[in-house]
């Protein structure tokens, strides 16, 4: 027999998880290869020809193409950036206020159990200039009620402040449970000898949770560069494209203009790239657990 009767039971279990992954994650991959490399032969229904790199080629001469691409670089670095802060800072607060009742936390964590639909519903309220709240505070303080969402500068840091508000929490849980499974022992050590809050965060603490901020920064770069009802129910990549997010350029490319095979061709490049980030972020993890260990 080549596996024992446990090895068995184990496969038995995890072939049919492996072929639901395969089926939604491995089938729609090799799909969007396909159109992204075939142009319909026109000669009849679903036949196609081989096309090689025309429709990469056609992708990286529309300004478009790189105008969405810059547009989820910056929204990437920046929520990543400002996420990453405001939740270790929140994380080490609560960390070193150990008084605070632990309803605190269930509270803090709330927004990002919200569905991303209902997010963007909601901040499309707020922003809305008519009854919004915000426009209700300008009139306020005397002052004329704005419309973010239609400024091609504010609205794309309008979808900004909607992801920071939305996903923080995520990293927060993240970065929380690294800092309550750090070892005691470092910490009481330092202390003995004298360290402040400030020392023991940047010698003691940061070091060892080097390899949990790298997780959490993995794991929001790719929930950054997937981001799309939110932004979609907000502002549909308008005004113009100030918002139109390299996953927004796909789904407009193959739904709005049918253009199939340059949707297809960006999103396998989404893919490489995504795949690319997480294999450097992953090799930086590495690198900070051999640093940590050490």
Not at 85 to 105: G, H, M, N, W
């Given at each position: 027999m080549f596996?024992?009767?446990?090895?068995?039971?184990?496969?038995i279990?995890?072939l049919?998880?492996c072929?639901?992954?395969t089926?939604?994650?491995?089938w729609?991959v090799?799909q969007?290869s396909?159109a992204?490399?075939?142009?319909s032969?026109g000669?009849?229904?679903?036949?196609?020809?081989f096309a090689?790199?025309?429709?990469f080629?056609?992708l990286v001469?529309?300004?478009?193409?790189w105008?969405?691409?810059s547009?989820a670089?910056?929204?990437t670095?920046?929520?990543?950036?400002l996420?990453?802060f405001?939740a270790?800072?929140?994380?080490?607060?609560l960390y070193f206020?150990?008084?605070?009742?632990r309803?605190v936390?269930?509270?803090?964590?709330l927004?990002m159990?919200v569905?991303?639909?209902?997010?963007?519903?909601?901040f499309r309220?707020?922003?809305?200039p008519?009854?919004?709240?915000?426009?209700?505070?300008?009139?306020?303080?005397g002052?004329?009620?704005m419309s973010?969402?239609a400024d091609?500068?504010w609205a794309f840091w309008?979808?900004?402040l909607?992801?920071i508000?939305?996903m923080w929490?995520f990293?927060f849980l993240i970065i929380?449970?690294?800092?309550?499974?750090?070892?005691?022992s470092?910490h009481?050590a330092?202390?003995?000898d004298g360290a402040?809050?400030?020392?023991?965060?940047?010698y003691?603490?940061?070091p060892?949770?080097?390899?949990t901020?790298?997780v959490?920064?993995g794991?929001k770069?790719?929930?950054?560069?997937?981001v799309?009802?939110?932004?979609?129910?907000?502002?549909?990549?308008?005004?113009g494209?100030?918002?139109?997010?390299l996953?927004?350029f796909?789904v407009?490319q193959a739904?709005?203009?049918?253009?199939?095979g340059?949707?297809s061709?960006?999103?396998?490049?989404l893919?490489?790239l995504g795949?690319?980030?997480?294999?450097g972020?992953?090799?930086?993890?590495n690198?900070?657990s051999?640093?940590?260990g050490n």
């Amino acid at each position: 027999m080549f596996f024992a009767r446990s090895q068995r039971s184990l496969i038995i279990f995890v072939l049919p998880g492996c072929a639901l992954l395969t089926l939604l994650i491995a089938w729609p991959v090799l799909q969007s290869s396909v159109a992204a490399l075939s142009l319909s032969s026109g000669t009849e229904e679903g036949a196609t020809q081989f096309a090689g790199l025309t429709h990469f080629k056609t992708l990286v001469t529309q300004s478009s193409f790189w105008s969405s691409l810059s547009l989820a670089a910056v929204f990437t670095l920046t929520t990543t950036a400002l996420e990453l802060f405001i939740a270790s800072t929140v994380a080490l607060f609560l960390y070193f206020q150990r008084k605070l009742p632990r309803i605190v936390e269930v509270l803090l964590i709330l927004p990002m159990f919200v569905l991303p639909v209902v997010s963007g519903l909601t901040f499309r309220y707020i922003y809305d200039p008519n009854d919004g709240p915000l426009s209700s505070l300008f009139n306020a303080f005397g002052y004329e009620p704005m419309s973010p969402l239609a400024d091609s500068f504010w609205a794309f840091w309008a979808i900004v402040l909607q992801d920071i508000w939305r996903m923080w929490p995520f990293l927060f849980l993240i970065i929380y449970a690294g800092l309550k499974a750090l070892p005691k022992s470092a910490h009481e050590a330092a202390k003995m000898d004298g360290a402040n809050t400030r020392e023991l965060i940047r010698y003691i603490i940061f070091p060892a949770l080097r390899p949990t901020l790298a997780v959490a920064m993995g794991l929001k770069v790719m929930e950054s560069l997937k981001v799309f009802t939110e932004v979609y129910v907000m502002t549909g990549g308008g005004p113009g494209d100030s918002t139109s997010l390299l996953s927004l350029f796909v789904v407009k490319q193959a739904f709005h203009f049918f253009q199939i095979g340059p949707a297809s061709a960006a999103s396998i490049l989404l893919l490489i790239l995504g795949m690319s980030l997480a294999w450097g972020i992953t090799r930086l993890q590495n690198r900070a657990s051999l640093a940590g260990g050490n």
